[in-house]
Each structure stands twice: as C-alpha cells, then as structure tokens.
C-alpha cells in the first residue's frame, strides 16, 4: 500500500475527526435516565403514560461531534493519498471508505439531537440503521421462534444458576476472569452509575474501551454466563479479531494504524447483535423474540411516547405479565425505541432502529455461519466487509478464536457456589 500523505497528518485528521471516541449509544444516553424511569414506572402502575421528556448532556455532545465539511474534506484527502497493492490493501481501502460515509451519518444523529430536531435525528438513524419495512415486522410477528433450548448440558447446574444471585462486583470480577480467559488485556470492566445497561464500549469518550456495568445490576448466575457469551466472547472478541486483522494487515510503519480501533467497529450493528444474540441462545436456551421490531415498527406509525409506552404495557399485560413487569417492559421497550428523540409529545414516526437488528441480525448471522464460521468471529464489522476479509485472506484465523467463554464461566466457575 502507498500512502503519500505523511504519518502526523493522518494523526491529526484523527484528533479533528475524533475518529476513536465516537458512541452512538454513550452519546444519546440521556442525563435523566434514572429518575425518568422511576417516574414512567410509577405512572404506568396507574395506568397513566405521560409523555417523558428525555435530557441530553449538550456538553458531551458537543464534544464528540464535528463539521461536516471536515469530514468531507477529509474523506478526500485521505482516499485519494492511498494507492491499493494486495487484496488486504483494498479490503483497508473499501471499510475506509465506508466506516467515513458511517461516521459522517453519526455525526448528523449527534448534531441533530444536539440541536433538538426530531426530523433530522430520524434521518440520520434512518441513514446508520434503515426503517423496519412491513415485510420485516410480518415476519416478525407471525414467524414462530426457533426451538428453545440451552446447549449447557447439565441441568442441575442451570438450575444451580439460576438461583444464585449476582451483584456488580461480583459481574465485574467474573467479566474479569471471562477476559483472563479469552486473552483480552486492554479492555477496562467499569462500574458506575453512568451506565443504564451493561454495555462493551470499543470507543468511547474517554478513549478507552469499557466493559460498564450500573452499579445496582443483580443478575442470576444464568443471565451472568449468558452476558459472559454476548459482551465478551461476542463484542469483545469480535472486535479484537477486527483489530487484529487490521494489525496483521497493516506495515509496522503504515500511517493508517491509529485508525485500526475505527476501522474495526461498524457503526450499523446487525452482524454485531445478530452474532451476540445466537451465543444467548446458546446459553439460556431463549432465542430472540420480535417484540423490539413490533415497537419499533408501532412507534414509526404513531406520533407520541406516550401512545408507544401504552402499547408496550397493555401488550405485556395480555401476555400473561403482572403489571409491574408489564411497567418494566414497557419502560424498556419504549426507551429503547424513542431515545435520541427530542420532543415525545410529538415524535413524528420517529423510532430507533438498531435494535430490529437484533432479531434480523440473528437470522442472517445463522445463514452466514452455515456458509463459513468465520462470519462468527469478525461480526464487529459489516457481513461485507467480513466477506472481504475472507477473501484478502487465503488462511484467514481469529487472533481469539475460543467460542466457549461463557460455558466456561459456566461450569468452571459458577458450579462453585
């Protein structure tokens, strides 16, 4: 590969792109999270829905945010300096390519919550994760769920796990141990109350990747293996397999090697969720329901948050859920749905739509495993750019090839108690 731009322009394109710290799901958490779900709980248990109000640190969005006029003009610079020699280089060249078209619809999502603007917002999700499209949700709706069942084979120790109980030192020390066990030194597992899920940050403000963990989370041992099989062995891994392709692919002295932790994560998830949810499966036995895709698909026909959080509570309620696990679900769901909106009296269709990528990523991601397991450990990126990698590479192998972290902790670990 010929790169004729020098060394330290590349570096500093990265710090004015803020290339490497850039989180969709970090950026659009919203300041009021906590309280906000304490009061919508409170209300649904009396079977009042009033349209939340959501609040977004302008200060961290204005951080991880630039213009796109830079972006363009990076783009430019950068790809017209690099001239292709191998399959590799072009593979590099092609997710170069496409992860800045990504970040330059990222880049809209931030600005357009930034300035409150539900339209744009909506078109800048639209762009990173497409729409649910009526065939989508029919299949979703209507398909029946793959057979249930857990490929942990001894059912006294599921039984075992299910009844022990877990809290955030005991997940950050065994989050450690499932680390330990893959290989994986430069991730930090972090407890805070920053964090309203538990969720692996390959970038993040801070410019360090982070395992989070809320500091009231209490899981059972069951749920503990199977956040050991998605966070770690699934996104973690997948992202350091990434990284390590970009490590083996690029000269020691390739001015493009600060960009590997960019290049490794596709900013549109569904390979990233598809791959996380089938190790679920795995471990609980459950596969992925369609209910994100119902609410996603009832919120971009709707226009409040309040019409979405009736829907998801009456919903749960005729499914045989009690009402205070009817209020959580609907807390959750409807979160999930309408976060990055700015006004849910009046959300215009709007829905975030990642989260359809969890059940239509898992379909997909069983297909492609059928075709080469290699898609398994390099989901970080998009089903193209793992295909390209594939193909760059006559004997392509995961630096972290170890599937079994969570039927390790499993069995090796858990069974102690």
Same mark, same amino acid.
């Given at each position: 590969?010929?790169?004729?731009?020098?060394?330290?322009?590349?570096?500093?394109?990265?710090?004015?792109?803020?290339?490497?710290?850039?989180?969709?799901?970090?950026?659009? *958490?919203?300041?009021?999270?906590?309280?906000?779900?304490?009061?919508?709980?409170?209300?649904?248990?009396?079977?009042?829905?009033?349209?939340?109000?959501?609040?977004?640190?302008?200060?961290?969005?204005?951080?991880?945010?630039?213009?796109?006029?830079?972006?363009?003009?990076?783009?430019?610079?950068?790809?017209?300096?690099?001239?292709?020699?191998?399959?590799?280089?072009?593979?590099?060249? /092609?997710?170069?390519?496409?992860?800045?078209?990504?970040?330059?619809?990222? !880049?809209?999502?931030?600005?357009?919550?930034?300035?409150?603007?539900?339209?744009?917002?909506?078109?800048?999700?639209?762009?990173?994760?497409?729409?649910?499209?009526?065939?989508?949700?029919?299949?979703?709706?209507? $398909?029946?769920? *793959?057979?249930?069942?857990?490929?942990?084979?001894?059912?006294?120790?599921?039984?075992?796990?299910?009844?022990?109980?877990?809290?955030?030192?005991?997940? $950050?020390?065994?989050?450690?141990?499932?680390?330990?066990?893959?290989?994986?030194?430069?991730?930090?597992?972090?407890?805070?109350?920053?964090?309203?899920?538990?969720? =692996?940050?390959?970038?993040?403000?801070?410019?360090?990747?982070?395992?989070?963990?809320?500091?009231?989370?209490?899981?059972?041992?069951?749920?503990?293996?199977?956040?050991?099989?998605?966070?770690?062995?699934?996104?973690?891994?997948?992202?350091?397999?990434?990284?390590?392709?970009?490590?083996? !692919?690029?000269?020691?002295?390739?001015?493009?090697?600060?960009?590997?932790?960019?290049?490794?994560?596709?900013?549109?998830?569904? /390979?990233?969720?598809?791959?996380?949810?089938?190790?679920?499966?795995?471990?609980?036995?459950?596969?992925?329901?369609?209910?994100?895709?119902?609410?996603?698909?009832?919120?971009?026909?709707?226009?409040?948050?309040?019409?979405?959080?009736?829907?998801?509570?009456?919903?749960?309620?005729?499914?045989?859920?009690?009402?205070?696990? $009817? =209020?959580?679900? =609907?807390?959750?769901?409807?979160?999930?749905?309408?976060?990055?909106?700015?006004? *849910?009296?009046?959300?215009?269709?709007?829905?975030?739509?990642?989260?359809?990528?969890?059940?239509?990523?898992?379909?997909?991601?069983?297909?492609?495993?059928?075709?080469?397991?290699?898609?398994?450990?390099?989901?970080?990126?998009? /089903?193209?750019?793992?295909?390209?990698?594939?193909?760059?590479?006559?004997?392509?192998?995961?630096?972290?090839?170890?599937?079994? =972290?969570?039927?390790?902790?499993?069995?090796?670990?858990?069974?102690?108690?």
């Amino acid at each position: 590969m010929k790169i004729t731009i020098p060394p330290e322009e590349i570096t500093a394109w990265l710090k004015r792109l803020k290339l490497n710290r850039l989180n969709i799901v970090e950026a659009i *958490t919203p300041t009021n999270i906590f309280g906000a779900k304490e009061y919508f709980i409170e209300q649904a248990l009396q079977s009042k829905f009033p349209n939340i109000q959501l609040q977004y640190d302008r200060r961290k969005l204005s951080k991880c945010c630039v213009e796109d006029s830079t972006i363009s003009i990076a783009k430019q610079h950068i790809l017209d300096n690099i001239i292709p020699e191998s399959p590799a280089d072009n593979t590099v060249y /092609e997710i170069l390519h496409n992860r800045l078209n990504q970040l330059h619809f990222a !880049n809209n999502l931030v600005h357009s919550v930034l300035s409150k603007s539900t339209q744009s917002t909506k078109d800048a999700v639209h762009a990173l994760y497409g729409i649910v499209e009526q065939n989508e949700f029919t299949e979703a709706a209507r $398909a029946p769920r *793959t057979h249930d069942h857990s490929q942990l084979t001894d059912e006294d120790l599921i039984k075992k796990l299910k009844n022990q109980k877990f809290n955030a030192l005991d997940i $950050a020390f065994f989050f450690q141990q499932a680390l330990n066990y893959c290989g994986i030194k430069n991730w930090r597992v972090d407890i805070g109350p920053q964090y309203s899920s538990i969720d =692996a940050r390959d970038l993040n403000f801070d410019g360090e990747p982070t395992l989070g963990i809320p500091q009231d989370r209490v899981v059972d041992g069951l749920k503990l293996a199977s956040l050991v099989g998605h966070e770690i062995n699934c996104h973690i891994r997948n992202v350091e397999n990434s990284r390590a392709w970009f490590d083996d !692919n690029l000269d020691a002295d390739n001015p493009l090697r600060p960009l590997i932790p960019f290049l490794s994560k596709s900013f549109s998830e569904k /390979e990233y969720e598809g791959v996380a949810k089938i190790a679920d499966h795995y471990t609980t036995g459950k596969s992925p329901t369609p209910d994100y895709i119902v609410t996603i698909s009832f919120a971009q026909n709707v226009n409040s948050w309040s019409q979405v959080a009736k829907h998801c509570y009456y919903n749960a309620l005729a499914k045989g859920k009690t009402p205070e696990q $009817a =209020a959580q679900r =609907a807390w959750i769901f409807t979160y999930r749905t309408l976060r990055g909106v700015s006004d *849910t009296a009046n959300t215009e269709g709007y829905a975030f739509t990642k989260d359809a990528g969890y059940l239509l990523g898992y379909k997909r991601m069983q297909k492609l495993a059928e075709l080469n397991p290699l898609y398994l450990d390099f989901a970080s990126v998009t /089903e193209s750019d793992a295909r390209a990698f594939i193909g760059a590479s006559s004997e392509l192998a995961p630096r972290y090839p170890d599937r079994k =972290a969570a039927t390790w902790i499993a069995e090796n670990l858990l069974s102690r108690f």
